[in-house]
């Protein structure tokens, strides 16, 4: 059960088919499941979703990978390559051991030191490669912050980012300006990788699954230019970078003619298992979108008004908030929170990041009549908690928060509304 408070979450029939369907979800994106599914190694030759590669063809196979949920996709192919394997470089935020792979521990969502030399390590490894090589990489949600060769002092791109996230920016535009500041974003890996053989294996945390966003489109081509990034600092009103600071992407088609990019997992797979568990029991649901986004404060409205009588509703994607408050808490937090006055007696919400994590504390929270209640008991005003940017707190105190610890796999939020049932 990855879901740790299930018990105690569980005091109502809707409750628990919430419950069920999160941890349904939840259960289909963990990598132990995925991986015999879409990676298979028979008589030298490795099958990834249908695209088959002779290993006899190379000299060397290589494994690079970063994000979360990277460390359990790394260690899958260790595994099904044992001394077939060169060498190999991970980067994830779990505690992770192996036997061929160089491993570290880094950090999210902003950039560290322990990052920077993790990316810089890989490229001085991998700086003479040739077509004989063969590079598996595996990319994974949170990729962005993890793999990074900035061309800025770190603490200054510290400060970007967190004026970013603060300035309600989507992760599109974020990782826009990123790849602009970065050597190995918006194709630069490929192009520092480049005459090798490429096979990117992609997990998906982005809305629409659009490759060149994903970690920030490392092995990708990428579709913007400066003048995309200098108009999305001028939205937001950013003055602590140049346009000077800026740096041209990589578009020459000849570092990408030897990359394959195959997605592996994404939003789709954790919705199309809900929506296979909701035809099991007989009842009825619709996804509303698998690339949901908006302000996490008022798109909880949105879905419950989509939702109709006996209806399961669900969506994926990434809702953004415009921090101004002091407290703690995260976008799927935030989102039930603020969906408080739209709630009604055969009314639930709820709220997850599929990685575990809401930026603080829990997964995300549920949120119904019950909750409401025990708020009401506990003399708690959720519309001072969500002022104050303070929605772990508020579910820390009321219980209703999911708590899962974090997970070994990313493909953004889940949101769902079930009505009656």
């Keep these: 059960m990855l879901i740790k408070n299930y018990s105690s979450l569980n005091t109502s029939p809707q409750r628990k088919l919430a419950l069920d369907l999160i941890e349904t979800a939840l259960e289909s994106i963990q990598p132990r499941k995925v991986l015999k599914n879409k990676i298979k190694l028979e008589n030298n030759t490795i099958e990834i979703d249908n695209k088959k590669y002779n290993l006899s063809d190379f000299e060397h196979i290589y494994i690079v990978g970063f994000g979360k949920g990277s460390s359990g996709v790394c260690k899958y192919l260790e595994n099904l390559l044992g001394n077939k394997l060169t060498k190999g470089w991970d980067i994830d935020l779990v505690d992770e051991k192996f036997e061929s792979i160089e491993y570290i521990k880094g950090t999210h969502p902003l950039p560290s030191q322990t990052n920077i030399d993790y990316t810089k390590n890989v490229i001085k490894s991998l700086s003479e490669l040739g077509e004989n090589d063969l590079v598996l990489v595996v990319i994974c949600g949170g990729g962005s912050a993890m793999f990074e060769s900035p061309v800025l002092p770190l603490e200054k791109l510290d400060e970007l980012g967190r004026e970013m996230l603060r300035s309600g920016a989507d992760i599109k535009e974020l990782n826009i300006v990123r790849k602009h500041l970065s050597l190995v974003k918006g194709g630069g890996l490929a192009k520092l990788l480049d005459p090798a053989k490429i096979v990117s294996l992609i997990f998906s945390d982005v809305p629409g699954n659009d490759f060149s966003t994903i970690a920030s489109g490392p092995t990708t081509i990428d579709p913007y230019n400066k003048n995309d990034a200098i108009e999305i600092l001028k939205k937001y009103n950013i003055?602590?970078?140049?346009?000077?600071?800026?740096?041209?992407?990589?578009?020459?088609?000849?570092?990408?003619?030897?990359?394959?990019?195959?997605?592996?997992?994404?939003?789709?797979?954790?919705?199309?298992?809900?929506?296979?568990?909701?035809?099991?029991?007989?009842?009825?649901?619709?996804?509303?979108?698998?690339?949901?986004?908006?302000?996490?404060?008022?798109?909880?409205?949105?879905?419950?008004?989509?939702?109709?009588?006996?209806?399961?509703?669900?969506?994926?994607?990434?809702?953004?908030?415009?921090?101004?408050?002091?407290?703690?808490?995260?976008?799927?937090?935030?989102?039930?929170?603020?969906?408080?006055?739209?709630?009604?007696?055969?009314?639930?919400?709820?709220?997850?990041?599929?990685?575990?994590?809401?930026?603080?504390?829990?997964?995300?929270?549920?949120?119904?009549?019950?909750?409401?209640?025990?708020?009401?008991?506990?003399?708690?005003?959720?519309?001072?908690?969500?002022?104050?940017?303070?929605?772990?707190?508020?579910?820390?105190?009321?219980?209703?928060?999911?708590?899962?610890?974090?997970?070994?796999?990313?493909?953004?939020?889940?949101?769902?509304?079930?009505?009656?049932?």
């Design 239 to 421: 003055t602590l970078i140049n346009e000077e600071d800026l740096i041209d992407l990589p578009k020459a088609k000849e570092y990408f003619e030897r990359v394959d990019n195959i997605l592996i997992v994404s939003n789709l797979t954790a919705l199309n298992a809900m929506m296979e568990k909701i035809k099991s029991e007989r009842l009825r649901a619709k996804i509303l979108s698998y690339k949901f986004t908006g302000d996490a404060k008022v798109v909880g409205k949105k879905l419950i008004e989509e939702c109709k009588d006996n209806e399961i509703l669900l969506a994926a994607g990434e809702t953004t908030v415009d921090v101004k408050g002091k407290g703690t808490g995260g976008r799927n937090q935030t989102l039930v929170l603020a969906s408080f006055p739209f709630l009604d007696s055969k009314t639930l919400i709820c709220s997850f990041g599929t990685d575990g994590w809401d930026f603080y504390g829990y997964a995300g929270a549920i949120g119904d009549e019950e909750t409401m209640e025990k708020a009401k008991k506990a003399s708690l005003d959720f519309q001072k908690y969500l002022d104050d940017d303070n929605s772990y707190e508020f579910f820390k105190l009321i219980g209703d928060g999911i708590d899962t610890g974090k997970l070994e796999s990313n493909v953004s939020d889940i949101m769902m509304v079930i009505k009656g049932n």
